[in-house]
Structures are given as C-alpha cells and as structure tokens.
C-alpha cells in the first residue's frame, strides 16, 4: 500500500510555540492570545508528488519567513482538514488518485476559502482559463520563476487574510444589528442610503428630532459612526436590514 508523506518544512529552527511551562505561568488571557497568534499566522500548504518540488518551494518561502506544510497528494491533504488557518494553497495539477482540479472542485463544495495557486508543467490555456475561472487565484507554468512564485503567495496570502477580517466584521457587525429596533433599522438603512435626516422624517411621519434620537442610537449600538461605514458594511453583509 502506497504510503503518504506529510512533512512540516521550517528554515527556522526555534519553537514557533511557548514552552508549557511559560504557558502555564502566564495569565490565562495572555496565554490565549499567544495561541490565537499562533493559529492566525498564515500557513502555505504544498501539495505535488514530486517530493523535490515541495522541499524545493518549501525552502524558497520559509525564506520569505513563511511557514509550509508538505503533502504528497490531494487526498492526504483533505483527509488533514488543514483549512483553519489563514494562508493559500500551493498546488499541481497532474497527481494520483486526485487531480489537482478535481481537489480545486471539492474544496470549492465545502466552501474552503483558501486561495489556490496551480503550478504544473503539463497545463495548458484552456486548463488555466477553466481553472481560474474556477476560482483559482493564479495557475503557473513549472518551473516557476521564484520571485514571480513569492509576489504570488504574498498577493494570494493578503487576500486571504483581508476576506476574513472582512468576514469576521461582517459577522460582527450583524449580531449588533440584532439590538437595534424597528424603527432604528428602518431609519439607518435610508440613512446609509444617503436621505437626509427631514427626508426620512417625511418617510416615517416623525419629527427630524426623532430621527436624530433614533440614528444616534443606531450608531451607538451599531459602534459606528457615519453612514459611510454602515452603507459599506450593509453591502459586505448583503444588507441584512
């Protein structure tokens, strides 16, 4: 039976973690936040058969001061359920068992949100077209020019990271919509729509001094304090109002 190598590939040899110990002498809090830290550094996932390629790029990018993780095929790497951290995957196309494309289209199912970088000598346009239409961030001919490789993964990275600091402000931003009431909700959503507050008075019948005690509740609740940034917000979130 074939067996699947996985390994962690570090230029730098020092632990990336705290010892136990200095973990359990810290405040509780303080330990938190070095591990959470730790889980939001971004990780770069290689995965190609060619065990040469992987610890080829591996040394490239812990150069750049990334941290890899090596994987010999697509099933070994979906089996890791490797998704959490933020970063990108580096990714072949011709492999056994699972393609590259075909591990593309099951991570696309469960809604991974991980960038995918395709590097394959055995591509050709219309592959590269289909895949990043696909969603790919990129698709790179073998060999692949290392500075061209590295501007990649770093543009690939802080999309990542962007996408999820915007989700979880999204996310943020909904359950303080749950406080508001009713009528704050009917009010901020015309305010971001950019009416003035006698336009929205008109709307509702009320007075524009209720309005202001209505939207400067909104805000408050809402920690916000322009339309501006409610009206981007309601658009991240596909104005949930």
Not at 57 to 78: I, K, Q
Not at 87 to 97: A, E, H, K, Q
Not at 160 to 184: H, I, P, S
Request: aromatic fraction near 8%.
């Amino acid at each position: 039976m074939r067996s699947h190598n996985i390994r962690i590939f570090k230029i730098n040899f020092r632990p990336r973690f705290p010892r136990l110990e200095n973990l359990q002498s810290q405040d509780p809090l303080e330990a938190s936040t070095v591990m959470e830290s730790n889980n939001n550094k971004p990780l770069i996932r290689i995965i190609d058969d060619d065990a040469g390629v992987r610890s080829s790029w591996s040394f490239l990018l812990s150069g750049e001061n990334y941290e890899c993780v090596e994987f010999s095929d697509a099933d070994t790497f979906f089996s890791a359920n490797d998704f959490r951290r933020p970063g990108c995957i580096l990714l072949d196309v011709r492999m056994p068992n699972m393609s590259g494309l075909e591990l593309q289209n099951k991570l696309k199912e469960i809604g991974c949100d991980l960038p995918i970088v395709f590097v394959s000598g055995h591509a050709d346009i219309d592959m590269a077209v289909n895949a990043v239409k696909n969603g790919a961030f990129d698709f790179l001919e073998k060999p692949a020019k290392e500075s061209r490789l590295i501007d990649v993964i770093e543009a690939a990275v802080a999309r990542n990271k962007a996408n999820r600091r915007d989700q979880a402000e999204v996310a943020d931003f909904k359950a303080r919509l749950e406080q508001l009431t009713q009528r704050e909700r009917e009010v901020i959503r015309m305010v971001a729509q950019g009416y003035s507050n006698k336009e929205v008075a008109a709307e509702f019948g009320i007075s524009e001094k209720t309005v202001q005690v209505h939207r400067g509740s909104a805000y408050r609740k809402l920690e916000l304090h322009n339309a501006a940034e409610i009206a981007r917000l309601l658009l991240l979130s596909g104005d949930p109002l």
